[in-house]
């Protein structure tokens, strides 16, 4: 980023570079993304932290504690770190075979990846509840194994499997491609086995994309609403997700406690959000400095 | 590249490789195929006229409407936004460039539910602008305003942060020659880099569409459920499901289940035209990288 030459002490905020901007169009596109940016996101955002600072701390700390709230926070970020290590596992899974191998209809088994992104989550929530129901395809044959899955917690982490799923694979994916199967059959020959390849060679080159697939499909997961509320059963203390809580609070005009739940979870998503940055800027100065 | 797949395919011929490739393609089969499937029989469980005469409904159409409108709106907003931030991020160095970047993203880090929520904040009755809007008769929340600026709030990183890759691994040399060859910036702009981010443009515009398309936690909150007038499709689905009217809910499900077919299909389409599209990081990487050698 910083040229040796870019020292020069200079004032005025226009020509901070040396080499002459030559194409025309900076103030104008600059100055609309940072109007637009504050209009739509930047000042409605803040209206969150502000109204929340408007009733108090006192107010802020019972609301977020109470006992509903608790519940719904853990089970939200509990629901999305299961499902978001179970599509670590098996988003590996995806993108290595994808990868690696060949087989019939690779293609579109490849485009369907990207489904979760495509559908609607309300959709995706009729759809899994219809499947998981006790009298659904799949409900049917895991109610005879006494395992019931919609309207339960287990619901919820089906619903943010299904969300979360193409994040996994679409940061393993280039990753992958560019890993030098070279070093891998040195290591074979080097007298490696398969497993000890795949540990020491693999794994650390792959372990920023998935740890980043991680973050990308948990950040989605905690606020999911559409998919989840179908299949969850809403039970208050027991599967009722902190989003859904939010709407039930502004659907009883307490707009002071909607708003307390929006900060905290806005707190632990941005920190979640700043992570997942810092930890791809040092992969990417890690794998660009090779 | 196909002769060194065929090369390890044969060397590792083993179970294994069977194995693995038969969990990841059950797993795919039974958390995205299987719910892609119980959509459509569900809509036809009770025939082919159930089906026609759930989305001939007025209400269904109201909906559809809506929702083709909202997105009508939202994605040239986004649009314009992305090729403006594009631009900046792209062609100039300035400070601050990373913090805009992440700043853009911001809303993929916001619950849908929060989105909504601070449009009833700004202009709900208890709002801030809430006694100047009620003074003059405007409503916002719980109209299709409201709709409208939840989606764009909710679809707002798509087309930049497509577009900001695919013009960062284009540069700025095209640009350049045409200026110095005399175009003005308007001429450049619309001759020069259009015509080379059109692909990255088309494929922001349909990722955009489809999440505006089918909104539903954001829209929900600012809608205030009116049947005719603020139900989008999404909507539609949830209220026909909790009236136990699953054979009209899974029909208008259906079409939103085609809808993101269409936008596979057109991603795949896109892909093949640029691939490197697909992962749009590495187009500036990939840049930095020949830069390098």
């Known amino acids: ?290 | 590249m196909a002769a060194a797949e065929a090369r390890i395919d044969v060397r590792r011929a083993a179970p294994g490789r069977l194995l693995l490739i038969a969990a990841a393609l059950l797993f795919l089969g039974l958390f995205l195929v299987l719910p892609l499937l119980a959509v459509f029989v569900q809509a036809l469980a009770k025939g082919v006229s159930a089906y026609v005469a759930a989305i001939s409904d007025p209400m269904a159409w109201a909906a559809v409407k809506l929702t083709l409108t909202v997105a009508a709106i939202a994605v040239p907003f986004n649009l314009v936004f992305g090729v403006a931030a594009a631009w900046a991020i792209a062609k100039f160095e300035f400070r601050g460039k990373n913090t805009l970047i992440t700043l853009i993203d911001l809303p993929f880090a916001v619950s849908p539910v929060i989105a909504g929520l601070i449009f009833i904040l700004l202009f709900g009755s208890h709002g801030w602008f809430g006694g100047y809007l009620k003074a003059h008769h405007i409503r916002v929340v719980f109209a299709v305003p409201g709709i409208v600026l939840a989606t764009i709030f909710v679809t707002f990183p798509f087309i930049a942060r497509e577009l900001i890759p695919v013009m960062q691994a284009q540069g700025k040399d095209d640009e350049e020659s045409a200026l110095s060859l005399g175009a003005t910036g308007w001429q450049t702009f619309w001759r020069v880099t259009l015509p080379n981010i059109r692909w990255g443009l088309m494929y922001g515009v349909l990722l955009c569409n489809a999440r505006a398309m089918g909104e539903f936690g954001a829209v929900s909150v600012v809608s205030g459920h009116v049947r005719g007038l603020t139900n989008t499709m999404p909507l539609h689905v949830e209220i026909l499901y909790n009236e136990y009217n699953y054979t009209a809910a899974f029909a208008v499900a259906s079409l939103l289940a085609l809808l993101a077919l269409l936008t596979l299909v057109g991603k795949s389409f896109l892909e093949w035209r640029q691939p490197e599209l697909k992962h749009a990081a590495r187009l500036a990487h990939d840049r930095t990288r020949r830069e390098k050698t």
């Open chain 1, 1 to 290: 980023m910083a040229t040796p030459v870019a020292a020069v002490e200079v004032k005025e905020p226009t020509p901070r570079r040396l080499p002459q901007r030559v194409l025309p169009g900076f103030g104008l596109t600059l100055g609309y993304t940072m109007v637009y940016l504050s209009l739509i996101v930047l000042i409605p955002l803040s209206a969150v932290f502000f109204r929340s600072l408007g009733s108090g701390w006192g107010h802020f700390w019972d609301v977020v504690t109470a006992p509903r709230v608790v519940a719904s926070l853990r089970l939200s970020f509990g629901a999305s770190l299961t499902a978001a290590l179970i599509n670590v596992i098996f988003g590996f899974m995806v993108a290595w075979v994808l990868v690696r191998y060949s087989f019939p209809f690779k293609r579109l088994v490849d485009a369907m990846v990207d489904l979760p992104f495509a559908l609607p989550t309300a959709v995706a929530g009729i759809a899994l509840t219809a499947l998981y129901a006790p009298n659904g395809w799949l409900g049917i044959w895991l109610k005879s194994f006494g395992i019931s899955v919609a309207f339960t917690p287990l619901g919820i982490v089906v619903a943010l499997t299904f969300i979360g799923l193409p994040f996994v694979v679409r940061t393993l994916q280039p990753v992958l491609e560019d890993l030098d199967r070279e070093v891998e059959q040195a290591a074979a020959t080097l007298g490696a086995s398969a497993l000890q390849a795949f540990a020491r060679v693999i794994l650390p080159a792959l372990w920023p994309a998935l740890l980043t697939g991680f973050a990308l499909a948990f950040a989605r997961a905690v606020g999911e609403y559409g998919s989840v509320i179908f299949i969850a059963g809403n039970m208050p203390m027991k599967s009722e997700i902190a989003p859904l809580l939010i709407v039930t609070k502004l659907e009883q005009y307490d707009y002071a406690g909607a708003t307390a739940i929006a900060v905290v979870m806005l707190v632990l998503s941005f920190a979640l959000m700043f992570g997942i940055n810092a930890l791809q800027n040092w992969a990417l100065s890690r794998h660009g400095g090779r």
